[in-house]
């Protein structure tokens, strides 16, 4: 391999994960900008650059500073290690998940064609599975070496939480990966480029519902964010935290939040792919990486959206909806998705 | 020494120190999350052994789920670090080190027997890994399977009845605790 191949290799993985981080700040601003939008006040629209208000987008990069220079506090009684250690666990589970998921087709540049995914592996769903299943360490771990009873609250939900939902969503899951048959992420897409009926969203409707709404779970997002519930347990497993570590947790639900929605557009939106548009050599690569963005971009907004119109549930209405409705559910789509694969439908 | 060998043999090193930490350690939430790393390891293991599957398997089911369970649980017991260390037991050590040689023996033996150490054999990951291992599951082992279930979903249900306390007087509360 020359120099050249091994920058390939290096950027392919880099450029989402990167992409992810860089999208943070916007993505706050949206959330705030977007929360103004329904409650019917402007949000942060002020701060800006050089006299420029930006729409106030100037707040994100100030809120980001801020991360930088506050004060970093590690309580008395708090277990060092653990407290230091927790948030980079639930930054490092929301990153690496970008690493698997197809951003594009192939990009045609200096005589090499350039798959646009990190690293396509046999098991790319299972290995996003398995990464976001470890931030709950991350959680309950930052709740318990808080030594703070709210932060521990706030962990003991997120591990209930996340492994009734974790449930739910791989046996959804399970139904695309019976529809393409392969846990390949590119093949997953590749059984969808066909036509938009192909799309999983279409003849797996209920799979692709409790999918979207275990991911809600899986990220701690409203109306599932019972693990930091402001109003009962202060901030929950992130009370103690100031500072970057404060930050690193904040950033690591946005990012999350990007893996979920690109995870969902591979798995039920046909990925990058558009099924009645198919440009080949470098404008086919650069089209579906904008086909990618779009569509991520509206699940990211989906995101937002649900925040601020649902309240949050009761704890045993959380644990209710999961194993006796999204459960069944699960189950009943994964029924009718072997069906239609049996009948040749698929 | 190549490059898949030498990842494997770090795996192996990584897994056997981090179970031993997992027995030595004395404070109990330590314990867990070296077994965790321990796991992680041998998901490596396998990945290196061609069996991509059985390790991201590894990692969702045992760490991602059992070891959180655990987790969850000692955190309620809120087990004392110091009551956990303060009973030597020099009767059970003994027998201990014995199970350890007695093990280490049968272990050896096995290697020995079987002529060859198991180490990746550098092939890239089988892609139709798979679609074999369902169909055994499915086929050859489906009774093996389904009676291991059956054993699951009674030790589940006779768990229940142990834990099962009369319904509380309407107060409410019962239901919201996690």
């Known amino acids: ?346 | 020494m190549s490059g898949a060998r030498l990842v494997f043999d770090l795996a192996g090193a990584v897994a056997i120190v981090f179970a031993g930490i997992m027995v030595v350690h004395r404070n109990p939430i330590k314990s867990l999350l070296a077994v965790v790393v321990s796991f992680f390891a041998i998901a490596v293991g396998f990945v290196m052994l061609s069996a991509p599957f059985l390790g991201a398997i590894q990692v969702i089911v045992y760490a991602g789920a059992i070891l959180v369970l655990f987790l969850f649980v000692t955190m309620l017991l809120n087990l004392d670090t110091e009551s956990a260390s303060s009973d030597r037991r020099p009767f059970q050590r003994g027998l201990a080190l014995l199970g350890i040689v007695v093990f280490a023996a049968i272990l050896l033996s096995a290697v020995r027997r079987s002529g060859s150490i198991v180490g990746p054999s550098g092939e890239p990951p089988a892609t139709g890994e798979i679609e074999p291992l369902a169909r055994a599951l499915f086929s050859q082992a489906a009774l093996p399977f389904e009676a291991v279930s059956i054993l699951l979903l009674a030790s589940l249900t006779g768990a229940y009845l142990l834990m099962r306390r009369e319904p509380p007087a309407k107060t409410g509360s019962a239901e919201n605790r996690p």
């Open chain 1, 1 to 346: 391999m020359t120099a050249i191949d091994w920058v390939i290799v290096v950027l392919r993985p880099l450029v989402p994960v990167v992409g992810a981080l860089l999208l943070v700040p916007m993505l706050t601003w949206a959330e705030r900008r977007g929360a103004g939008l329904m409650q019917d006040r402007p949000g942060p629209n002020r701060v800006g650059f050089f006299g420029w208000s930006a729409f106030g987008l100037g707040q994100a990069l100030a809120d980001a500073l801020k991360f930088f220079f506050k004060e970093d506090i590690t309580p008395d009684n708090a277990d060092a290690f653990l407290y230091t250690l927790a948030p980079w666990i639930v930054m490092f589970s929301a990153l690496v998940g970008f690493s698997v998921i197809p951003y594009g087709s192939t990009l045609p540049i200096a005589g090499r064609s350039i798959p646009l995914i990190g690293a396509d592996i046999p098991i790319g769903a299972l290995f996003i599975f398995a990464m976001a299943g470890l931030s709950v360490y991350g959680i309950v771990l930052a709740g318990w070496s808080s030594n703070n009873k709210y932060s521990l609250m706030g962990g003991f939900r997120s591990a209930a939480q996340v492994i009734s939902y974790e449930l739910a969503m791989t046996t959804a899951g399970a139904g695309v990966f019976l529809s393409a048959g392969s846990l390949r992420l590119t093949e997953v897409v590749a059984s969808q480029e066909a036509s938009i009926l192909r799309w999983n969203a279409f003849p797996q409707f209920f799979g692709f519902l409790v999918f979207t709404i275990s991911a809600f779970a899986e990220t701690n997002r409203v109306p599932f964010d019972l693990a930091e519930a402001d109003a009962e347990l202060v901030g929950g497993y992130h009370t103690e935290y100031s500072a970057f570590k404060f930050g690193a947790f904040f950033m690591a639900e946005y990012v999350a939040m990007t893996v979920a929605s690109g995870f969902i557009v591979t798995m039920y939106f046909g990925g990058w792919s558009l099924p009645f548009f198919h440009p080949q050599g470098l404008l086919g690569g650069l089209v579906s990486m904008a086909v990618f963005a779009a569509k991520t971009g509206f699940f990211l907004l989906t995101f937002i959206w649900v925040r601020w119109t649902l309240p949050r549930f009761r704890y045993d209405q959380l644990m209710r909806l999961g194993w006796k409705v999204l459960l069944p559910l699960a189950f009943a789509n994964l029924l009718w998705t072997a069906i239609l694969v049996r009948t040749g439908i698929l």
